[in-house]
Every structure is written in C-alpha cells, then in structure tokens.
C-alpha cells in the first residue's frame, strides 16, 4: 500500500459528529517547549483552550494528520541496530474516527465506545490487518505511587480499566489482552508543569516477523489532579469533562501492510535513502538510513521554525544532533558534500510528501541553513565519534 493510499483511506474513516478537519501544527509549537512536538494534541489543547488542558469551555471535536519528532529516540537510530528498524527521525501521527474533547463527562461512554470501533473497523476491515495477531494493553488497576514507579506518592487506589472490555465485545479474546500496571497504559501527565487529566491508555501492538509492533492507541482521560499549596499533586476526582482519541502511526501501519523488515522502506523514505546510495561511493545500508533520517528532520524542522537562529537554546542543541550526523556521514560514506547534493535531497524529500507542500516552499533555506551548519559545527565533528553511527 501507498502512503497516499493509507492517508486517504484515514480521510475516508467515519468521524465522530462535529469533527473539524484541522492543518498539523508546527513541530515547533509552546505545547513542547525545548524540544519538538512529541505527541498529537497538545498544541491545539493549548490555543483552545486559553493555555490550559484541564478547563473546557465549549465541545472542540478535530481530525489532522501531525508530524512528531521524538528525538530521544535519535539515539536508537544512530547506534541500536536491533531496534532501529521500526524508528524514524520525523513520523506521521493521524486520528481514527476524531480527536474528541466534550464539556459533558456524561458523554464519556458515546465518546469511547465510538473511538474503540472506528479503530477497531479501521484495522480489521479498511486496512485488513489479522484480527488473531493483535495485542491491545490495559491498565490492571492498584495503587497509584506503585503504578506510576514511585513519580506520584498518593496513597489512592486506581480501578481496573472497564474500557477493556470494549475490544473483547468486537471481538478481540482475552488472551490477546496484557494487563499492565505502568504508565504505558496510565496516563499520569503533568506536561511540562502544566497539569493535565490523568486516564487510561490501550496501546494496539500487532505481530509482525515475529516481533510486537505497536502500531495504534486508544487514550481516555477521565481524572482531575488534585494540588496542593506547594503544587504538589496530591489526589484525583473525577474530571468534569471528557478526552477521547484513537490514533495511528502512519508509518509503522504501512511496514506491516506491505510486509516490510524496515520501516524507512515506505514509499515516500525508499527514494531519500535510494538517492543516498546512488551518491555513496563506500556501500552501508544502515549509515545510509540514519543519514536519510537526520535529513528527513532537518527539513521538517527548519520548514516549520524558518531558521536556526530562530529556534530557542535546547532546540538549537537538538537539532545540532542531526546536523552532526548528516555532515558525518557523508563523509564516512564518500559523498561528495556539494550544494547541488543537499539540494537534490531536499526536493526528494519534499517531492515525496506533496501533501506538505511547505516542505517544496522551503528548500533553498533549508539548503542555506545546512551550508552554515556545516560551518557553524565543524568543531563539534572533529571530536572522536560524534554524530555517526556507533560501531558495533
């Protein structure tokens, strides 16, 4: 399956009533201050909702499709070989069904029984995955200073998550459930110091090749943190609104269609590493992947921020990691490191998501921000090691 194929049958899914199709947001956005957007919401939550996450004053029920870059998984695609295969530098987050925040908390159970079935229909019938080699997580319940590791000392005792049972009324047995008693599947968020609703969390891990791969989740948030006069969270009540959400990644959903051992073997990545290797006098697969990747997140970035000087210090130090890698590695693969090289890589990667079509508008700044870099951290390359790939 195409990424074009998958994205309109996203489109295509039913969404809750009310749905607003809404433009991503910049991975740049105050929802993520210091580093760049690592989730789906929070950006919009925040502009909304007049800087906050915790009061809703009118229904705010939205569908996009949002780039996210995680870059503490930058580590892993650089130097673990064994994990490598399903990471990316900049991967696509989509909504199934509507990302629903509703005034009522009476509305609750509309709300997550319409986001388990649209998920549920999206993956067994519109894309046909096999229903026997799903996984879906759950929250086992217990105490919350237990759950949570220790993070939140509060001597209160969580219920078991009753949503559960909604995936094994579609049709999903209990031995393809796994109780979970940490925070993958409690959602004990306090995001960046701003308090935010606590709940539950399904995550949808599939078979592939033998390996679990999550591909899915499906998130509640039910729970008002209680503060003390130090902010210190100490209690939960119920919260008076409702949060409900299914999403997918894109790309893991399109390594398992298609049968992939990579997940850079999707059809808008393939072409960025096939340009790489055709340059590349020396022959290395994984440097050649790690170099696509560092470029994928260089565009991403600067495409949406405009410039270096522009980003603040952490993101500054951040996006350093993949500019060091880039410069590095196409010099371990005997590239030559040309203007008309960054260019011809830019306009594939832009050339390959037509979708955003801001990345086409960016490429000549993209092309001059890496120019400078290039300068701008050299002595941060001629240290032994740094930006490449780890040798094993």
């Known amino acids: 399956m195409k990424n074009l194929e998958l994205r309109k049958l996203i489109s295509e899914t039913e969404k809750y009533p009310g749905t607003k ?33 915790l009061e809703y004053d009118h229904d705010y ?16 695609i650089k130097s673990d070989t064994t994990n490598r295969f399903r990471y990316l530098g900049v991967f696509d987050m989509a909504d199934i ?14 709300a997550v029984s319409f986001s ?15 229903p026997d080699r799903l996984r879906i997580t759950y929250c086992i319940g217990g ?50 110091g701003n308090p935010t609703p606590w709940g539950y969390r399904n995550e949808i891990l ?53 049968g992939s051992t990579q997940i850079t073997d999707c059809d808008h990545i393939k072409p960025i590493k096939d340009l790489v290797l055709e340059k590349a006098i020396k022959q290395d697969e994984e440097k050649t992947i790690v170099l696509t990747e560092a470029a994928r997140s260089i565009h991403r970035i600067l495409s949406d921020c405009g410039s270096y000087e522009k980003l603040s210090k952490h993101r500054k130090q951040k996006i350093r990691d993949y500019f060091n890698s880039l410069f590095s590695l196409v010099g371990e693969l005997e590239i030559e490191k040309s203007k008309t090289f960054f260019k011809n ?3 594939k990667i832009a050339e390959t998501q037509p979708y955003y079509p801001e990345l086409m508008k960016s490429v000549d700044l993209v092309v001059r921000e890496v120019l400078k870099a290039d300068e701008r951290f050299k002595y941060d390359r001629s240290r032994k090691g740094i930006g490449g790939v780890a040798q094993q």
């Not at 433009?23 to 909702?49: Q, R």
């Not at 629903?100 to 509305?107: F, G």
């Not at 998550?161 to 968020?189: H, M, N, P, Y």
Request: glycine residues 4%; hydrophobic residues 40%; proline residues 3%.
């Open 21 to 53: 199709q809404i433009p991503p947001a910049s991975v740049c956005n105050k929802g993520f201050p210091g580093t760049f957007n690592l989730s789906f919401i929070e950006s919009e939550w925040l502009k909304e909702f007049h800087s906050q996450y």
């Open 61 to 76: 029920i939205i569908s996009k499709i949002q780039p996210c870059i995680r870059h503490q998984d930058w580590e892993i």
């Open 97 to 110: 069904g509507g990302v629903i925040n509703l005034v009522d908390n009476n509305q609750t159970e509309k």
């Open 116 to 130: 388990v079935q649209n998920l549920h229909k999206f993956l067994t019938q519109t894309i046909q995955l096999v």
């Open 143 to 192: 105490r919350i200073d237990h759950l949570t590791k220790g993070k939140y000392s509060i001597d209160k005792e969580l219920p078991q998550d009753v949503f559960i049972e909604r995936w094994c009324d579609l049709g999903i047995k209990e031995s393809q459930l796994i109780a979970d008693d940490s925070r993958d599947t409690l959602l004990a968020l306090n995001i960046f």
């Open 206 to 258: 599939y078979e592939h090749k033998g390996k679990m791969i999550d591909v899915a989740t499906f998130e509640y948030l039910f729970y008002r943190p209680i503060f003390d006069e130090g902010d210190k969270i100490v209690d939960l009540k119920k919260w008076e609104h409702c949060f409900s959400v299914s999403a997918v990644g894109i790309e893991r959903l399109l390594m398992v269609i298609n």
């Open 345 to 347: 890589i830019f306009l």
